[in-house]
């Protein structure tokens, strides 16, 4: 194919922009340089919040190292589905949950450039929203404790 070459390119132990040279059977040197720019794999450790709701909108936390955004976009996956993130700093990244059709845990990964870090025990959990209908009683008085009663829908286990 005269449109495409494939190079391997070598362990490169330092974090670096590389010039790319590549010679042509005729003996031609083509050179771009800082072709490209080797980094430090992210290495991701843990996720806050862990659940949210289906209708997605959770902002979540991703901790860990190596984190940079300096060559190249960043971007969480849900499942699968790509959204925005924000490199806050060299160990945290944050992005919004999307929503969810269904009740479920899906595997949270980071994607930079072309590669994409994931980390087994790193997922998310959608849940129905909590709805309150009430509180009783909704008048306390402020010198003595009270148990008061929340009722509503979907108060099941959360994970945090």
């Given at each position: 194919d005269s449109t495409l070459i494939l190079c391997l390119t070598p362990f490169w132990?330092?974090?670096?922009?590389v010039d790319l040279?590549?010679?042509t059977e005729n003996?031609?040197?083509i050179q771009v340089p800082g072709g490209f720019y080797f980094y430090s794999p992210y290495h991701l450790s843990t996720i806050h919040p862990n659940?949210?709701?289906l209708d997605g909108g959770t902002e979540v936390f991703l901790h860990g190292s190596n984190f940079s955004s300096d060559h190249g976009i960043v971007r969480c996956l849900f499942n699968g589905t790509a959204v925005a993130a924000n490199v806050a700093s060299p160990?945290?990244?944050?992005?919004?949950?999307?929503?969810s059709s269904q009740k479920r845990e899906v595997e949270v990964?980071?994607?930079?450039g072309y590669d994409i870090f994931t980390l087994e025990s790193l997922t998310f959990s959608y849940d129905y929203d909590i709805q309150l209908t009430a509180i009783v009683p909704d008048v306390i008085g402020r010198s003595a404790e009270t148990i008061v009663k929340v009722f509503g829908n979907n108060f099941s286990h959360r994970s945090e």
């Open positions: 132990g330092v974090i670096d922009a040279t590549i010679w003996g031609h040197k659940s949210g709701v160990n945290e990244i944050v992005c919004v949950a999307p929503q990964s980071v994607m930079y």
